[in-house]
T-cell receptor, first 114, second 113 residues
């Protein structure tokens, strides 16, 4: 069982370029999430999706967009990357959105914007 | 909005010693509280959670945490540290569901032989 697969593992990107981070889960979870992890700030929620076809904004959504065309995939797009988006990005999923629904995390994507 | 503060960005203990990682929370409603662990180059894994049942919560790998409303705290402890416990630990709080979960800045635990 793969769980959550994120790609790429790492990426160096020039400022102003467009980038899509991929996230695929094989657990048929309804809810999916994108977080960014920055030193001294912990994880912050960027966007979430409670079920296929719906998305919502998290704590730090500016500069990012998501889509949820199906249950398994939840790509995160940076339309025009800026250096402040240098971070480690984690995708997560859960069966539902209730607090008793455990979050499962991917291994992360290290993104550097120069 | 809800938040957590983790006291100490880095804690170092000797193998076999007590582990104590501190977390204080702020919430306008009775909170749900969590501890996650992150090993190098991996995503986070749930250690334990408090969801308004017993105030002393036992998790995996011998860790436990106690919810103290009067102190707004949810400190993580383990009686005897093991080398394999070296990792980054995150406290998190939620008021309603996973969508509003807020994480602390993290505490890196180092275990010395």
């Amino acid at each position: 069982i793969a769980g959550i697969t994120q790609a790429p593992t790492s990426q160096i990107l020039a400022a102003g370029r467009r980038m899509t981070l991929r996230c695929t889960q094989d657990m048929r979870h309804n809810a999916m999430y994108w977080y960014r992890q920055d030193l001294g700030l912990g994880l912050r929620l960027i966007h979430y999706s409670n079920t296929a076809g719906t998305t919502g904004k998290g704590e730090v959504p500016d500069g990012y967009s998501v889509s949820r065309a199906n249950t398994d995939d939840f790509p995160l797009t940076l339309a025009s990357a800026v250096p402040s988006q240098t971070s480690v990005y984690f995708c997560a999923s859960s069966v539902g959105t209730g607090v008793n629904e455990k979050l499962f995390f991917g291994s992360g994507t290290q993104l550097s914007v120069l | 909005a809800q938040s957590v503060t983790q006291l100490g960005s880095h804690v170092s203990v000797s193998e076999g010693a007590l582990v104590l990682l501190r977390c204080n929370y702020s919430s306008s409603v009775p909170p749900y509280l969590f501890w996650y662990v992150q090993y190098p180059n991996q995503g986070l894994q749930l250690l334990l959670k408090y969801t308004s049942a017993a105030t002393l919560v036992k998790g995996i790998n011998g860790f436990e945490a106690e919810f103290k409303k009067s102190e707004t705290s949810f400190h993580l402890t383990k009686p005897s540290a093991h080398m394999s416990d070296a990792a980054e630990y995150f406290c998190a709080v939620s008021e309603y569901n996973n969508n509003d979960m807020r994480f602390g800045a993290g505490t890196r635990l180092t275990v010395k032989p």
